[in-house]
Protein backbone atom coordinates (compact mmCIF):
# COMPACT_ATOMS: atom_id res chain seq x y z
CA UNK A 1 0.00 0.00 0.00
CA UNK A 2 1.88 3.32 -0.81
CA UNK A 3 0.59 7.27 -0.60
CA UNK A 4 0.03 8.08 -4.68
CA UNK A 5 -0.31 12.17 -4.05
CA UNK A 6 0.76 15.06 -2.13
CA UNK A 7 3.76 15.59 -0.03
CA UNK A 8 4.35 12.01 1.16
CA UNK A 9 3.91 10.83 -2.43
CA UNK A 10 5.50 7.03 -2.87
CA UNK A 11 6.13 6.26 0.72
CA UNK A 12 4.74 2.64 1.13
CA UNK A 13 3.01 1.77 4.10
CA UNK A 14 2.46 -2.07 5.35
CA UNK A 15 -0.12 -2.82 7.55
CA UNK A 16 -0.27 -5.93 9.91
CA UNK A 17 -1.41 -9.13 7.45
CA UNK A 18 -4.26 -9.78 10.34
CA UNK A 19 -6.29 -6.86 10.24
CA UNK A 20 -9.90 -7.73 8.75
CA UNK A 21 -9.69 -5.52 5.62
CA UNK A 22 -9.87 -5.28 2.01
CA UNK A 23 -7.89 -1.79 1.11
CA UNK A 24 -8.89 0.59 -2.04
CA UNK A 25 -6.49 -0.78 -4.82
CA UNK A 26 -3.91 1.96 -5.64
CA UNK A 27 -5.86 2.81 -9.62
CA UNK A 28 -8.99 2.85 -8.26
CA UNK A 29 -7.65 5.20 -5.06
CA UNK A 30 -5.91 7.44 -8.25
CA UNK A 31 -9.38 7.55 -9.85
CA UNK A 32 -10.99 8.49 -6.69
CA UNK A 33 -8.89 11.78 -5.91
CA UNK A 34 -8.53 12.63 -9.90
CA UNK A 35 -12.87 13.51 -9.49
CA UNK A 36 -12.23 14.65 -6.23
CA UNK A 37 -9.20 17.04 -7.21
CA UNK A 38 -11.57 18.47 -9.65
CA UNK A 39 -14.06 19.54 -6.70
CA UNK A 40 -11.91 20.71 -3.73
CA UNK A 41 -8.89 22.26 -2.48
CA UNK A 42 -7.65 19.18 0.00
CA UNK A 43 -6.06 21.95 1.73
CA UNK A 44 -9.11 22.71 5.02
CA UNK A 45 -11.29 20.23 3.94
CA UNK A 46 -12.77 18.53 7.16
CA UNK A 47 -13.18 14.69 6.53
CA UNK A 48 -14.72 11.57 7.95
CA UNK A 49 -13.69 8.64 6.53
CA UNK A 50 -16.20 5.65 7.82
CA UNK A 51 -15.31 1.83 7.60
CA UNK A 52 -11.58 3.21 7.71
CA UNK A 53 -9.81 -0.35 7.74
CA UNK A 54 -6.02 0.32 7.24
CA UNK A 55 -6.55 3.99 7.26
CA UNK A 56 -5.75 4.10 3.51
CA UNK A 57 -8.14 6.59 2.20
CA UNK A 58 -7.17 9.08 5.44
CA UNK A 59 -4.06 9.11 4.49
CA UNK A 60 -4.45 10.27 1.41
CA UNK A 61 -6.22 13.21 2.56
CA UNK A 62 -3.68 14.15 4.91
CA UNK A 63 -0.78 13.72 2.48
CA UNK A 64 -2.55 16.11 0.18
CA UNK A 65 -3.02 19.04 2.97
CA UNK A 66 -6.38 18.16 5.20
CA UNK A 67 -5.60 18.44 8.26
CA UNK A 68 -9.45 17.63 9.91
CA UNK A 69 -9.84 14.13 9.97
CA UNK A 70 -11.96 11.30 11.25
CA UNK A 71 -11.26 7.97 10.58
CA UNK A 72 -13.93 5.62 12.00
CA UNK A 73 -13.64 1.79 12.48
CA UNK A 74 -15.06 -1.15 14.34
CA UNK A 75 -11.93 -2.94 14.55
CA UNK A 76 -9.84 -2.60 17.54
CA UNK A 77 -6.20 -3.53 15.76
CA UNK A 78 -7.56 -0.90 12.17
CA UNK A 79 -7.70 2.12 15.04
CA UNK A 80 -4.25 1.25 16.69
CA UNK A 81 -2.59 0.67 13.49
CA UNK A 82 -3.84 4.42 11.88
CA UNK A 83 -2.97 6.20 15.01
CA UNK A 84 0.77 4.57 15.00
CA UNK A 85 0.64 5.29 11.14
CA UNK A 86 -0.84 9.20 12.14
CA UNK A 87 1.78 9.30 14.75
CA UNK A 88 4.59 8.22 12.45
CA UNK A 89 3.94 10.60 9.60
CA UNK A 90 2.79 13.63 11.35
CA UNK A 91 -0.98 13.12 10.48
CA UNK A 92 -3.68 15.07 11.87
CA UNK A 93 -6.26 12.18 12.10
CA UNK A 94 -8.65 11.44 14.94
CA UNK A 95 -8.94 7.57 14.96
CA UNK A 96 -12.41 6.37 16.23
CA UNK A 97 -13.26 2.79 17.47
CA UNK A 98 -16.84 2.42 17.40
CA UNK A 99 -19.72 1.18 15.58
CA UNK A 100 -20.39 2.96 12.23
CA UNK A 101 -24.02 3.11 12.72
CA UNK A 102 -23.91 4.24 16.64
CA UNK A 103 -21.07 6.83 15.63
CA UNK A 104 -23.39 8.44 12.97
CA UNK A 105 -26.35 8.77 15.44
CA UNK A 106 -24.03 9.81 17.95
CA UNK A 107 -21.90 12.28 15.32
CA UNK A 108 -22.40 16.25 16.14
CA UNK A 109 -20.18 17.47 13.38
CA UNK A 110 -20.19 17.89 10.00
CA UNK A 111 -17.92 17.14 6.68
CA UNK A 112 -16.93 18.51 3.55
CA UNK A 113 -16.03 14.92 2.83
CA UNK A 114 -17.59 11.65 3.77
CA UNK A 115 -15.74 8.65 2.05
CA UNK A 116 -17.39 4.81 3.33
CA UNK A 117 -15.88 1.76 2.73
CA UNK A 118 -18.16 -0.77 3.70
CA UNK A 119 -17.48 -4.81 3.29
CA UNK A 120 -18.92 -5.57 -0.43
CA UNK A 121 -21.04 -8.55 1.84
CA UNK A 122 -23.14 -6.05 3.49
CA UNK A 123 -26.85 -6.52 1.87
CA UNK A 124 -28.38 -3.72 0.05
CA UNK A 125 -30.23 -3.24 2.53
CA UNK A 126 -27.93 -2.03 4.86
CA UNK A 127 -25.92 0.06 2.37
CA UNK A 128 -28.98 2.36 1.52
CA UNK A 129 -29.21 2.23 5.66
CA UNK A 130 -25.61 4.13 6.01
CA UNK A 131 -25.92 6.81 3.03
CA UNK A 132 -29.58 7.75 4.08
CA UNK A 133 -28.66 7.80 8.32
CA UNK A 134 -25.73 10.02 6.90
CA UNK A 135 -27.89 12.44 5.48
CA UNK A 136 -30.80 12.21 8.24
CA UNK A 137 -28.13 12.88 10.85
CA UNK A 138 -27.02 15.87 8.62
CA UNK A 139 -23.60 14.85 8.48
CA UNK A 140 -22.60 16.35 5.37
CA UNK A 141 -21.79 19.95 4.67
CA UNK A 142 -23.83 21.73 2.09
CA UNK A 143 -21.20 22.13 -0.50
CA UNK A 144 -19.78 18.42 0.52
CA UNK A 145 -19.46 15.38 -1.36
CA UNK A 146 -20.46 11.95 0.14
CA UNK A 147 -18.32 8.65 -1.72
CA UNK A 148 -19.32 5.47 -1.07
CA UNK A 149 -17.50 2.86 -2.32
CA UNK A 150 -18.69 -0.89 -3.33
CA UNK A 151 -19.43 -3.81 -5.53
CA UNK A 152 -21.11 -4.08 -9.09
CA UNK A 153 -23.89 -6.13 -6.97
CA UNK A 154 -25.00 -3.22 -5.01
CA UNK A 155 -27.12 0.07 -6.78
CA UNK A 156 -27.10 3.07 -4.92
CA UNK A 157 -28.29 5.57 -7.52
CA UNK A 158 -31.88 4.99 -6.44
CA UNK A 159 -31.19 6.71 -3.01
CA UNK A 160 -31.84 11.10 -3.10
CA UNK A 161 -28.98 12.92 -3.46
CA UNK A 162 -26.88 10.00 -5.49
CA UNK A 163 -25.26 12.16 -8.12
CA UNK A 164 -23.23 9.92 -10.22
CA UNK A 165 -21.16 7.14 -10.27
CA UNK A 166 -17.29 5.85 -11.58
CA UNK A 167 -16.29 2.22 -12.14
CA UNK A 168 -13.25 1.22 -11.81
CA UNK A 169 -12.31 -2.90 -11.95
CA UNK A 170 -14.65 -4.69 -9.95
CA UNK A 171 -15.43 -1.64 -7.30
CA UNK A 172 -17.85 1.11 -8.17
CA UNK A 173 -17.57 4.69 -6.23
CA UNK A 174 -21.02 6.36 -6.15
CA UNK A 175 -21.10 10.11 -4.95
CA UNK A 176 -24.08 12.07 -3.56
CA UNK A 177 -24.39 15.79 -3.20
CA UNK A 178 -26.70 18.04 -1.17
CA UNK A 179 -29.18 19.38 -4.10
CA UNK A 180 -29.10 16.22 -6.34
CA UNK A 181 -31.62 13.82 -6.85
CA UNK A 182 -30.22 10.44 -8.99
CA UNK A 183 -28.18 12.41 -10.81
CA UNK A 184 -30.44 15.61 -11.60
CA UNK A 185 -30.49 19.40 -10.02
CA UNK A 186 -33.26 19.83 -7.78
CA UNK A 187 -34.77 22.71 -6.22
CA UNK A 188 -35.60 22.83 -2.09
CA UNK A 189 -39.16 23.08 -3.63
CA UNK A 190 -38.92 19.58 -5.32
CA UNK A 191 -38.62 18.14 -1.70
CA UNK A 192 -42.34 19.25 -0.28
CA UNK A 193 -44.31 16.04 0.15
CA UNK A 194 -47.49 15.94 -1.69
CA UNK A 195 -48.94 16.17 1.92
CA UNK A 196 -47.25 19.64 2.60
CA UNK A 197 -48.07 20.80 -0.96
CA UNK A 198 -51.91 19.97 -0.01
Request: charged letters at 25%.
Amino acid sequence: MRIISGKFKGRRISPPKNLPVRPTTDMSKEALFNVLNNHFNFEGLKVLDLFSGTGNISYEFASRGSSNITSVDADFGCVKFIKETATEFDFNIAAIKSDIFKFIEKCKASYTIIFADPPYALDQKTFDKIVLSIFEQNLLQEDGMMIIEHSKYTKLDHIIHFSFKKSYGGSIFSFFEIGKENGVEIDDEDLVSDSEEE
